[in-house]
């Protein structure tokens, strides 16, 4: 069995920064790809960033410059620094990990970009 765990969100005044982190645990034997998700309020969910098992990283367009996504190996952790925050930020983020050839969703953090 596998577990992720996320935390971080909030709410945050524009131009701030929350930092999320995603901890697996459980029966873990190898982790590939780490990734964050969003959706928006009556949007579909949208891939925010993404990262290796190498630490290659790929990030959407409207982040790029101002999220930076990572991991920890050792402690099955991925992280997202978000910086700059803007209103059309807020969403609800989860992170999908590539676990023992599956993938497994975290359950949702909110984050709140609002003055």
């Known amino acids: 069995q596998v577990h992720l765990v996320e935390s971080g969100g909030g709410l945050v005044q524009p131009g701030g920064s929350l930092r999320l982190s995603c901890a697996a645990s459980?029966?873990?034997?190898?982790?590939?790809?780490m990734g964050w998700y969003h959706q928006a309020p009556g949007k579909q969910r949208e891939l925010v960033a993404v990262?290796?098992?190498?630490?290659?990283?790929n990030y959407a367009d409207s982040v790029k410059g101002r999220f930076t996504i990572s991991r920890d190996n050792a402690k099955n952790i991925v992280y997202l620094q978000m910086n700059s925050l803007k209103p059309e930020d807020t969403a609800v983020y989860c992170c999908?990990?590539?676990?023992?050839?599956?993938?497994?969703w975290g359950q949702g953090t909110q984050v709140t970009v609002s003055s």
């Open positions: 990262i290796s098992s190498g630490g290659s990283t």
């Open positions: 999908l990990v590539s676990i023992n050839g599956y993938n497994y």
């Open positions: 459980g029966s873990i034997f190898s982790i590939y790809a």
